[in-house]
């Protein structure tokens, strides 16, 4: 599956932001998929995961009461809603496509899943 992330921009801090990736392939509405962020000088973060079906979608701590993710698979498109962006917040965020493991250990690692995004820089302003 190829994934084309897209939304991201200059906000400030306590602004909204949506971010989209849109899969094309036959297997996008049988695959969970994740949402991961990398800050310069930093390692890849988990963001969060959504399941096939969209029933279940764990976060990363990080944004956890503040991000939401949510897909329509009749649109191979999924979703990254971000609200209250602090500047911490600043990142490329990428989606991916995999994780197959319902187990957080699996699920919160970048090597679990096998497509990615090209990524999209989202810069939250103090």
């Known amino acids: 599956v190829q994934l084309q992330a897209s939304g991201g921009g200059l906000v400030q801090a306590g602004d909204s932001l949506r971010l989209s990736c849109a899969a094309s392939?036959?297997?996008?509405?049988?695959?969970?998929m994740g949402w991961f962020r990398q800050a310069p000088g930093k390692e890849r973060e988990f963001v969060g995961r959504?399941?096939?079906?969209?029933?279940?979608?764990p976060y990363g701590d990080s944004v956890k009461g503040r991000f939401t993710i949510s897909r329509d698979n009749a649109k191979n498109t999924v979703y990254l809603q971000m609200n209250s962006l602090k500047p911490e917040d600043t990142a490329v965020h990428y989606c991916?496509?995999?994780?197959?493991?319902?187990?957080?250990?699996?699920?919160?690692?970048?090597?679990?899943?096998?497509?990615w995004g090209q990524g999209t820089l989202v810069t939250v302003s103090s």
């Open positions: 392939g036959s297997t996008f509405s049988g695959s969970p």
């Open positions: 959504i399941s096939a079906s969209g029933g279940s979608t």
């Open positions: 991916a496509a995999g994780g197959f493991y319902s187990n957080s250990y699996y699920y919160t690692r970048p090597q679990s899943y096998g497509s």
